[in-house]
């Protein structure tokens, strides 16, 4: 998608480490018309899905999968970090590694919000290693519920995540796949 890789030029932020920081527009501070753009494309690329629900992690990519919803005309679910005292019954529960945060996260899901009858499309703003969609992939398919596809804001092309996910034949949409970004440079490579 054009638009967001201008963007990403334009203000993206290459640091040591293979990260891209992109909190001005994407993941802190949201461009919710740029948000709105990336839905109709999502809504595009995935039109024929029978999609009844919109899954993701919390927190950087709840902004994304709203608007995403809104032109699929879906909930949104969105999978914790942390148990709560507010969810209430059984649970779906994995770990997922976090590339950024260095970090390993017991994440659940309410099993009132995913059934068997589901049909979900997984959004996330960034996809690296691939952890955090695999372990949305384990709770749907702990729910006997069916993965339509992945849909990602910003793919890190040179990491493993997207090819893995793809030769387990998962149907993955990534808006920008970033190929090589020098932190000395600046420069950002798409494919």
């Given at each position: 998608m054009k638009l967001l890789e201008d963007r990403i030029r334009k203000e993206g932020v290459v640091k040591p480490g293979n990260v891209l920081k992109v909190d001005g527009?994407?993941?802190?501070?949201?461009?919710?018309?740029?948000?709105?753009?990336?839905?109709?494309?999502?809504?595009?690329?995935?039109?024929?899905?029978?999609?009844n629900k919109i899954l993701t992690i919390e927190?950087?990519?709840?902004?994304?999968?709203?608007?995403?919803?809104?032109?699929?005309?879906?909930p949104v679910v969105f999978a914790k970090k942390t148990q709560?005292?507010?969810?209430?019954?059984?649970?779906?529960?994995?770990?997922?590694?976090?590339?950024?945060?260095?970090?390993?996260?017991?994440?659940i899901v309410s099993k009132k919000y995913i059934n068997k009858d589901d049909h979900i499309l997984i959004i996330d703003d960034f996809l690296a290693n691939g952890c955090a969609v695999n372990g949305l992939i384990e709770l749907i398919q702990s729910a006997g519920a069916?993965?339509?596809?992945?849909?990602?804001?910003?793919?890190?092309?040179?990491?493993?995540?997207?090819?893995?996910?793809?030769?387990?034949?998962?149907?993955?949409?990534?808006?920008?796949?970033?190929d090589s970004m020098d932190d000395q440079t600046g420069e950002i490579i798409f494919r």
């Open positions: 527009f994407l993941n802190h501070q949201m461009d919710v018309g740029l948000f709105n753009e990336m839905g109709k494309e999502f809504k595009r690329l995935f039109a024929d899905c029978p999609v927190a950087s990519g709840i902004g994304i999968a709203c608007i995403v919803a809104q032109h699929f005309n879906v709560s005292i507010n969810i209430d019954g059984d649970v779906y529960t994995c770990k997922i590694e976090s590339y950024t945060h260095k970090r390993t996260y017991d994440v069916t993965v339509e596809g992945v849909g990602i804001a910003v793919e890190k092309g040179q990491q493993p995540g997207g090819k893995l996910l793809r030769n387990q034949g998962i149907r993955v949409e990534s808006l920008a796949i970033i």
